[in-house]
T-cell receptor
Framework: AQTVTQSQPEMSVQEAETVTLSCTYDTSESDYYLFWYKQPPSRQMILVIRQEAYKQQNATENRFSVNFQKAAKSFSLKISDSQLGDAAMYFCAYRSTNAGGTSYGKLTFGQGTILTVHP | GAVVSQHPSWVICKSGTSVKIECRSL??????MFWYRQFPKQSLMLMAT?????????EQGVEKDKFLINHASLTLSTLTVTSAHPEDSSFYICSANKGQGYEQYFGPGTRLTVT
């Protein structure tokens, strides 16, 4: 079974600064998806960024980028130019691409990191 | 885009009663839906996977007879909490896959309070 670990329960950053959230995972699969989700106080889950394991290039979405280290099974999220609206709980998640497996389509979430942005 | 709705957004019920939560995909057909439970400041815990026209697959430790899931159509899945108790109070979130795509679309969640 896959596991996802976020070792930072809480992080804080000053507005306009950069912050990195850590995530490690464990899997025996070679192909999979990794995601970062944001859950603001409204509790609506919002997809921030995704990474396909077969792609070596790190994904980027505007101010959000990842550092994907497949061999190390590490998947960190960097938020640049932090804004007050970035304050939320962030979840790292894993999804298998194995269509024939019982885990197909399921997301395995990390414990979450609460990000506070100071003005 | 793809929108998933949940109803109700907040429900209060008395201990021993049952409550039903609906999850709908509004603009796409969802062959697979997922139900999660989340406690405050904690992660999402997958309860079950719901496939249209077949029985739900429950995660280990989730009581099938207590959390009844019905995926009656390609746009509707329901979660019924039977004989609810205060410990069932939680935030319940559903999500849906759109075809074979990688993304899961999440509903806004339902807050259940059992008194």
């Amino acid at each position: 079974a896959q596991t996802v670990t976020q070792s930072q329960p809480e992080m804080s950053v000053q507005e306009a600064e950069t912050v990195t959230l850590s995530c490690t995972y464990d899997t025996s699969e070679s192909d999979y998806y990794l995601f970062w989700y944001k859950q603001p106080p409204s509790r609506q889950m919002i997809l921030v960024i995704r990474q396909e394991a077969y792609k070596q290039q790190n994904a980027t979405e505007n101010r959000f980028s990842v550092n994907f280290q497949k061999a190390a099974k590490s998947f960190s999220l960097k938020i640049s130019d932090s804004q007050l609206g970035d304050a939320a709980m962030y979840f790292c998640a894993y999804r298998s691409t194995n269509a024939g497996g019982t885990s197909y389509g399921k997301l395995t979430f990390g414990q979450g990191t609460i990000l506070t942005v100071h003005p | 885009g793809a929108v998933v709705s949940q109803h109700p957004s907040w429900v209060i019920c008395k201990s021993g009663t049952s409550v039903k939560i609906e999850c709908r995909s509004l603009d796409f057909q969802a062959t697979t839906m997922f139900w999660y439970r989340q406690f405050p400041k904690q992660s999402l815990m997958l309860m079950a996977t719901s496939n249209e026209g077949s029985k739900a697959t429950y995660e280990q430790g989730v009581e099938k007879d207590k959390f009844l899931i019905n995926h009656a159509s390609l746009t509707l899945s329901t979660l019924t909490v039977t004989s609810a108790h205060p410990e069932d109070s939680s935030f319940y979130i559903c999500s849906a896959n759109k075809g074979q795509g990688y993304e899961q679309y999440f509903g806004p969640g339902t807050r259940l309070t059992v008194t």
